[in-house]
């Protein structure tokens, strides 16, 4: 038996932001706004408390959530939240934001630390505060996902936790919002939403609904990923890439993420890259990896990101798909890991426990083909100099 679960009410389209305050009106009286200080240079906050005020619900607003979600974040966002007595949660900004939203809607009524629910050492009992999530990134979907991110301050650990009572009772993507991503800040979203796509879709825990999900989202990101970067107004690919990071959480999701997204956190955890950029220094290499495990829905996954290889034999197009990919990161300005500026030796000096950290995620026992320890650590020295330009990095 399968199970797939998306929020209750998903509005998207230009202009769904507008219905921000109706939404808002049908769950609460008094919201706690989570966000971040780009979101509030941009007025979008501001553009928040006003449709919220219109429609009679009070906000405060917590806008101190960076790039990288962490359980501080939520900590405080949690004490506001009680002290200001608010009974809703609004989430607009990128992943991060939705990300802590999630994490202050469920300790909020649950108790705790975010980090007591790793692994589901602390039951999720009482419903979690009311929420709208509203992205502003077209990356994470994390506005249709039951996941969290979140980073353990006290032992660099990119914590992920899966629960149905994450996800939000709202959903609002409006692509114009994503116009004001930067180029850096599209690829790395945009490859992101590609990795929970092509991860669904190889998952062990793939089913048909995320299946078409999954290669819906492949699809329309292969042919609007590189005009959002290079041309961020061109709103008709804005809006794409806003509905395929949405149908890529919510095949991932309900299928699961694999092995790109177990190494991809502790390199966000212990180095702090972008989530997006350290998923796409690992994609190719992991592919490679893979391979042989999944070659006939490589293939497909490749006939759908380009009709150039629809008449080509499976392993063939997977080949093809494979260099299609490290040409994007090429196109998309995605570096390897020595040129984001990870110094070799601190690499080596932590890479057991990334490995481990990364088994422990879960994530890599759902890949085509399940690694050992020692062939993580081995990716990892792979992907440290990686040459998005030669054939067979991995062998």
Do not use: W
Not at 63 to 70: F, G, Q, W
Not at 250 to 261: D, I, P
């Amino acid at each position: 038996m399968n199970e797939f679960r998306v929020p209750p009410v998903i509005l998207y389209g230009r202009g769904s932001l507008s219905q921000a305050g109706d939404q808002a009106a049908s769950l609460g009286r008094r919201a706690l706004i989570i966000s971040d200080r780009v979101m509030e240079k941009l007025g979008y906050v501001k553009r928040c408390e006003q449709l919220l005020d219109q429609a009679g619900v009070s906000s405060v607003s917590y806008p101190d959530v960076n790039s990288e979600t962490t359980d501080q974040h939520v900590a405080e966002a949690l004490e506001i939240l009680q002290q200001e007595k608010c009974d809703l949660l609004v989430a607009i900004g990128g992943g991060s934001c939705l990300d802590a939203a999630k994490a202050v809607s469920i300790v909020a009524k649950n108790g705790g630390y975010i980090r007591d629910y790793m692994g589901g050492k602390r039951a999720i009992i009482h419903p979690p505060v009311p929420m709208i999530a509203i992205p502003t990134t077209a990356g994470t979907g994390s506005e249709v996902t039951s996941a969290v991110v979140v980073t353990n301050t006290t032992n660099d650990v990119k914590m992920m936790i899966k629960h149905p009572a994450f996800i939000p009772k709202v959903a609002i993507v409006d692509p114009v919002l994503t116009v004001s991503s930067p180029p850096h800040v599209t690829a790395a979203t945009g490859i992101d939403a590609l990795c929970h796509a092509v991860e669904a879709y190889l998952s062990r825990r793939a089913q048909p609904v995320t299946d078409s999900l999954a290669l819906s989202s492949i699809r329309l990101i292969g042919r609007n990923i590189r005009t959002a970067y290079k041309n961020g107004s061109d709103l008709e690919a804005r809006e794409h890439m806003a509905i395929a990071a949405m149908q890529a959480g919510m095949a991932f999701s309900n299928a699961s993420v694999c092995l790109v997204h177990g190494m991809s956190r502790p390199i966000g955890a212990v180095f702090h890259v972008p989530h997006g950029i350290s998923n796409a220094m690992l994609l190719p290499a992991v592919l490679e990896f893979s391979k042989e495990a999944c070659i006939e829905r490589l293939a497909a996954i490749g006939r759908v990101y380009c009709d150039d290889l629809k008449a080509l034999a499976d392993e063939r197009a997977a080949d093809e798909f494979v260099s299609m990919i490290k040409q994007l990161c090429l196109d998309l300005n995605i570096p390897n890991m020595k040129e984001q500026g990870i110094d070799r030796a601190k690499l080596e000096q932590v890479v057991d426990k990334m490995a481990a950290d990364a088994l422990e995620s879960g994530s890599p026992a759902m890949n085509p083909r399940i690694p050992t320890h020692a062939e993580i650590v081995e990716l990892y020295r792979v992907c440290y100099d990686y040459n998005f330009q030669s054939i067979g990095n991995y062998e």
